[in-house]
């Protein structure tokens, strides 16, 4: 009996022995599914971060990029609106040129008139057709240039009895117009002047020579000392090379300059250049 129950309890210790090593190579079983199905997960979560990261760069960028491109789009409404009112003004200023210019233009034009008118009256009131006398106009300004073997003899300046009929023509178109000015311009040829006690070259010959027609339009002639001007431009504004004594004949002039106060004219030429 005692027999029989020990392999009895043989036999179930056998059988539930081979029930558990089965049961946990089952468990073991579920256990590595599980553990791919975690570690499959685990990779998928992975990624999923992964992706998440770089969704939410790209979303920080597209938000920045929006931004900016909102600010620019504001920018460039603010831009447009400058340029358009930048050209309006600068049509305006434009316009405002043309009109400067065609005022200046008219000016012009009125003082070459007046300047023609000028000339055709002193040439008038002078009366004389001496080529050794000049009556011109440079660059707007009168000149009445007269060549200096008309006015003194050679080195001096001591002025002539026959100067003082030329001068007293002039004189006359300068005591006509007592708003004029009138520079006296004494030029020689480049032959150096070999001095004196009183004179040392060239510069002071042409200034005493220039004084001494000063002195005789205001003393002898009764023009006011106000509407004189004297200068000396030595031998360094010559019309002709000083080769030949011809030449250097051409280059010794006095030369009158004729200033009329064409105020009206100038102010507005001078004003409108300072607009500019």
Not at 25 to 37: G, S, Y
Not at 129 to 148: L, M, Q, R, W
Not at 174 to 183: Q, V
Not at 237 to 244: A, D, S, Y
Request: net charge positive; glycine share 4%.
């Amino acid at each position: 009996m005692r027999k029989a129950l020990y392999l009895i309890l043989i036999a179930g210790l056998s059988l539930t022995s081979c029930g558990t090593k089965k049961k946990i190579a089952e468990l073991e079983k579920q256990n590595k599914e599980c553990q791919d199905l975690l570690n499959s997960t685990t990779v998928k979560l992975n990624l999923c971060l992964t992706e998440k990261e770089s969704l939410s760069q790209q979303n920080e960028y597209l938000k920045k990029n929006n931004s900016e491109l909102l600010n620019n789009v504001g920018n460039m409404t603010t831009l447009s609106k400058q340029g358009a009112q930048n050209i309006e003004k600068a049509l305006e200023s434009i316009k405002e040129k043309d009109l400067k210019i065609s005022r200046m233009q008219d000016a012009l034009t009125r003082k070459d008139s007046v300047t023609l008118a000028l000339v055709t009256s002193l040439k008038g009131s002078v009366g004389i057709s001496d080529p050794d006398i000049n009556i011109n106009v440079e660059k707007g300004v009168v000149f009445i240039s007269i060549a200096d073997k008309l006015l003194f003899k050679s080195g001096s300046y001591v002025v002539s009895d026959k100067a003082k009929d030329v001068l007293a023509k002039v004189a006359k178109v300068i005591n006509d117009k007592p708003t004029f000015e009138c520079m006296v311009e004494g030029h020689t040829d480049n032959v150096p002047f070999t001095g004196n006690s009183v004179l040392i070259d060239n510069w002071d010959l042409s200034v005493k020579r220039s004084t001494a027609i000063v002195r005789v339009l205001t003393q002898d002639l009764g023009v006011k000392p106000s509407q004189l001007i004297a200068a000396g431009r030595g031998e360094f504004i010559p019309l002709v090379e000083n080769k030949t004594a011809e030449n250097r004949a051409t280059n010794r002039r006095t030369r009158i300059v004729v200033l009329p106060k064409i105020d009206e004219f100038y102010e507005m030429i001078e004003k409108e250049m300072k607009k500019q």
